[in-house]
Nanobody
């Protein structure tokens, strides 16, 4: 139905920056809430950041506040994650997500409410 394709991952030294991009393909007349989750080896998938369907609200995991910034055009199905001051603990596969009509901003970090997930892009931060 819809596909999410991530790009921009790679290898970077601690303290460096990366910019992840996500593009949604497929017809829709609705704006999607979009965001990012990540999963490190042996760890549970965790919320990183999201932007509301209206594009007027954002939410961040405490671990990335002040370092990462999410932006995008929800109507066009594009979202970005600017990652600065990267740390080795940021190493993970990063997944783009999209969902329709998230009830309110509180639920932006609820993985179960996102119907569409990308295949992920690897981010590796070396010490």
């Amino acid at each position: 139905q819809v596909q999410l394709v991530e790009s921009g991952g790679g290898l970077v030294q601690a303290g460096g920056s990366l910019r992840l991009s996500c593009a949604a393909s497929g017809r829709t007349f609705s704006s999607y809430a979009m965001g990012w989750f990540r999963q490190a080896p042996g760890k549970e998938r965790e919320f990183v950041a999201a932007i509301s369907g209206r594009g007027d609200s954002t939410s961040y995991a405490d671990s990335v506040k002040g370092r990462f910034a999410i932006s995008g055009d929800n109507a066009k199905g594009t979202v970005y994650l600017q990652m600065n001051t990267l740390k080795p603990e940021d190493t993970a596969v990063y997944y783009c997500v999209a969902g329709l009509r998230i009830p309110n901003d509180y639920y932006l970090r609820s993985a179960g409410l996102y119907a569409y997930w990308g295949q992920g892009t690897q981010v590796t931060v070396s010490s």
